[in-house]
């Protein structure tokens, strides 16, 4: 399969702080790429400059054969690329059925398609069925990251960016959240997982890239980053 | 029965504030600004309906229309060249620009149309609605502006409830770049929102003035200030707070210029204003900002 997000020597800055240096990366259709690192490393600032709401100084981010680096936000959405962005970001005066109506905002292939993917939602993540007329803002912490993450899907993406999902969740929660990125995964949608927990995202990632002060310190395999003795102990809080 | 004239009289002039606020608070809701031109589309409002309805003769629903169309475009103009390049700029910068544009209306008003009072003529040729055997007599202008601002009040809540661009508004007031990653157009939503509020400054300029009929380039400051106060005692960012703040507004102005001093009216006006934020801060109806995490 091709590479379906190609990222070639981006360049960020926030005002004089130059986040992002020279980072490339890419990810192939089908995949699940997980980028690992510390806090403050430029995880999230990759991610919004892949969704738009950052805009790089330099270099390319090309996503299906586009060019998307110049692009605004709101377009790039409807390339079929989503973004479930760290804190969840859910809007909390709208209700859950509100939030998921917003996720499918761009769609244009019709009334019976957007019902089918609520469907398709409320199967996967049963506990918005049961909340859905509830406002988002009194929903769990657990409960608002499905919702985030079930109106990124309701854009029918054929990519989904995914920031921190485990953030601030118990441990039984991380791994539903896991095994439902696994499962949208398996319905043919292309993952970019950030994480800090990096043990649960190289476990299911096909490949993985460390990220350390805006630069790839390290890529490979998802299994060889797992075993390998500095990730080990930078990351996986475990013994060399 | 004198109370309650004035009483229904000062719900009126509420009313109007009230539509003035509504255009406050939804610019305040949704693009995080004070839009202090807002009063003065209200003149340039008022002056189309003057030109086309009171010297030109024209139908006066179509005058209305014509006014809406208008100060529709002069308040996506001034976003679109005034505020949207100050985006992402300090919120003083945009006061003081808004400020400015405030100015350059009312001057450029002088300028066009000489700072002599244009006398108005009401929109409204019915007859006033006499009640209790003729012991209360009410002015049509009064009644039609009650029933126009609770129809647009009511529209308005409908449109941002239960429509899906009412959604995108309230998407982009809650948290613009999410908005924008659900593929909003977020610089589209706050062109509409200014086109919503400006043409609603257009019909409360129309109304305004058939009550009390003197034009002149500054017919819309002071309204434009008292809306402003209208929308913060009910909550600014709220809908039905502004309505509420208005009609409150208009209430104790219009008793206290009956009752108390015609002087001190505006005074007891802020006065109640600082009483109300000292005990509540968001306003009457502000909404709390705590949200679950």
Same mark, same amino acid.
């Given at each position: 399969?091709?590479?379906?997000?190609?990222?070639?020597?981006?360049?960020?800055?926030?005002?004089?702080?130059?986040?992002?240096?020279?980072?490339?990366?890419?990810?192939?259709? $089908?995949?699940?790429?997980?980028?690992?690192?510390?806090?403050?490393?430029?995880?999230?600032?990759?991610?919004?400059?892949?969704?738009?709401?950052?805009? !790089?100084?330099?270099?390319?981010?090309?996503?299906? $054969?586009?060019?998307? %680096?110049?692009?605004?936000?709101?377009?790039?959405?409807?390339?079929?690329?989503?973004?479930?962005?760290?804190?969840?970001?859910?809007? %909390?005066?709208?209700?859950?059925?509100?939030?998921?109506?917003?996720?499918?905002?761009?769609?244009?292939?019709?009334?019976?398609?957007?019902? %089918?993917?609520?469907?398709?939602?409320?199967?996967?993540?049963?506990?918005?069925?049961?909340?859905?007329?509830?406002?988002?803002?009194?929903?769990?912490?657990?409960?608002?990251?499905?919702?985030?993450?079930?109106?990124?899907?309701? !854009?029918?993406?054929?990519?989904?960016?995914?920031?921190?999902?485990?953030?601030?969740?118990?441990?039984?929660?991380?791994?539903?959240?896991?095994?439902? &990125?696994?499962?949208?995964?398996?319905?043919?949608?292309?993952?970019?997982?950030?994480?800090?927990?990096?043990?649960?995202?190289?476990? &299911?990632?096909?490949?993985?890239?460390?990220?350390?002060?805006?630069?790839?310190?390290?890529? $490979?395999?998802?299994?060889?980053?797992?075993?390998? %003795?500095?990730?080990?102990?930078?990351?996986? $809080?475990?013994?060399? | 029965?004198?109370?309650?004239?004035?009483?229904?009289?000062?719900?009126? @002039?509420?009313?109007?504030?009230?539509?003035?606020?509504?255009?406050?608070?939804?610019?305040?809701?949704?693009?995080?600004?004070?839009?202090?031109?807002?009063?003065?589309?209200?003149?340039?409002?008022?002056?189309?309906?003057?030109?086309?309805?009171?010297?030109?003769?024209?139908?006066?629903?179509?005058?209305?229309?014509?006014?809406?169309?208008?100060?529709?475009?002069?308040?996506?103009?001034?976003?679109?060249?005034?505020?949207?390049?100050?985006?992402?700029?300090?919120?003083?910068?945009?006061?003081?620009?808004?400020?400015?544009?405030?100015?350059?209306?009312?001057? +450029?008003?002088?300028?066009?149309?000489?700072?002599?009072?244009?006398?108005?003529?009401?929109?409204?040729?019915?007859?006033?609605?006499?009640?209790?055997?003729?012991?209360?007599?009410?002015?049509?202008?009064?009644?039609?502006?009650?029933?126009?601002?609770? @129809?647009?009040?009511?529209?308005?809540?409908?449109?941002?409830?239960?429509?899906?661009?009412?959604?995108?508004?309230?998407?982009?007031?809650?948290?613009?770049?999410?908005?924008?990653?659900?593929? +909003?157009?977020?610089?589209?939503?706050?062109?509409?929102?200014?086109?919503?509020?400006?043409?609603?400054?257009?019909?409360?300029?129309?109304?305004?003035?058939?009550?009390?009929?003197?034009?002149?380039?500054?017919?819309?400051?002071?309204?434009?200030?008292?809306?402003?106060?209208?929308?913060?005692?009910?909550? +600014?960012?709220?809908?039905?707070?502004?309505?509420?703040?208005?009609?409150?507004?208009?209430?104790?102005?219009?008793?206290?210029?009956?009752?108390?001093?015609?002087?001190?009216?505006?005074?007891?006006?802020?006065?109640?204003?600082?009483?109300?934020?000292?005990?509540?801060?968001?306003?009457?109806?502000?909404?709390?900002?705590?949200?679950?995490?």
């Amino acid at each position: 399969m091709g590479e379906i997000l190609k990222i070639d020597n981006l360049n960020v800055y926030y005002g004089s702080i130059h986040a992002i240096k020279d980072l490339s990366l890419y990810v192939k259709e $089908g995949e699940i790429v997980t980028m690992i690192g510390a806090n403050g490393a430029g995880k999230t600032t990759t991610m919004h400059a892949i969704s738009g709401l950052l805009k !790089s100084q330099s270099g390319s981010i090309t996503y299906d $054969g586009r060019l998307i %680096s110049k692009m605004d936000a709101y377009k790039i959405v409807t390339l079929g690329l989503a973004q479930c962005p760290e804190g969840r970001r859910v809007f %909390s005066g709208l209700t859950v059925q509100e939030n998921l109506e917003l996720g499918a905002y761009t769609r244009k292939d019709g009334k019976a398609a957007v019902q %089918s993917d609520f469907e398709m939602v409320f199967e996967m993540l049963p506990r918005l069925k049961e909340r859905r007329n509830q406002l988002a803002g009194t929903l769990s912490g657990g409960e608002q990251q499905m919702l985030a993450m079930g109106r990124a899907l309701m !854009s029918k993406p054929k990519m989904l960016l995914l920031d921190e999902p485990s953030m601030g969740l118990s441990p039984l929660l991380v791994k539903e959240i896991f095994k439902t &990125i696994v499962r949208v995964n398996e319905n043919g949608v292309t993952v970019l997982l950030v994480e800090q927990n990096a043990k649960m995202a190289l476990n &299911i990632a096909n490949r993985g890239y460390v990220i350390e002060t805006g630069n790839i310190t390290m890529e $490979g395999k998802a299994s060889d980053l797992a075993n390998d %003795s500095k990730v080990k102990q930078a990351y996986l $809080g475990g013994a060399a | 029965m004198q109370f309650l004239g004035y009483l229904i009289s000062g719900i009126s @002039l509420g009313s109007v504030y009230a539509l003035i606020a509504l255009g406050y608070t939804m610019v305040y809701g949704i693009a995080k600004m004070l839009n202090f031109a807002h009063g003065d589309v209200i003149m340039i409002g008022g002056y189309m309906v003057y030109f086309t309805f009171c010297s030109g003769g024209w139908n006066p629903f179509l005058a209305v229309l014509f006014a809406m169309a208008v100060c529709t475009l002069l308040g996506i103009t001034i976003e679109r060249v005034a505020y949207r390049p100050l985006r992402s700029a300090p919120s003083l910068a945009v006061l003081i620009t808004a400020i400015g544009v405030s100015f350059l209306l009312q001057n +450029i008003a002088m300028l066009l149309w000489k700072s002599d009072p244009k006398s108005f003529t009401s929109i409204i040729s019915m007859e006033p609605l006499s009640l209790a055997g003729g012991k209360l007599s009410i002015p049509a202008e009064t009644i039609v502006t009650i029933l126009v601002s609770v @129809l647009i009040m009511i529209a308005l809540i409908w449109f941002v409830n239960k429509t899906r661009i009412g959604h995108a508004m309230k998407a982009v007031s809650e948290d613009r770049g999410a908005a924008q990653l659900m593929g +909003i157009n977020v610089n589209g939503i706050i062109s509409l929102t200014f086109a919503i509020g400006s043409a609603l400054a257009a019909v409360a300029g129309a109304l305004l003035l058939s009550s009390y009929p003197t034009l002149v380039p500054t017919t819309g400051a002071m309204p434009g200030i008292k809306a402003f106060v209208a929308a913060v005692f009910g909550g +600014i960012g709220s809908i039905p707070g502004a309505f509420l703040g208005g009609v409150l507004l208009g209430v104790i102005e219009n008793l206290s210029k009956a009752y108390i001093s015609t002087q001190l009216s505006d005074a007891i006006v802020f006065l109640v204003l600082i009483i109300v934020l000292l005990v509540k801060p968001t306003g009457l109806l502000g909404k709390k900002t705590a949200v679950k995490v």
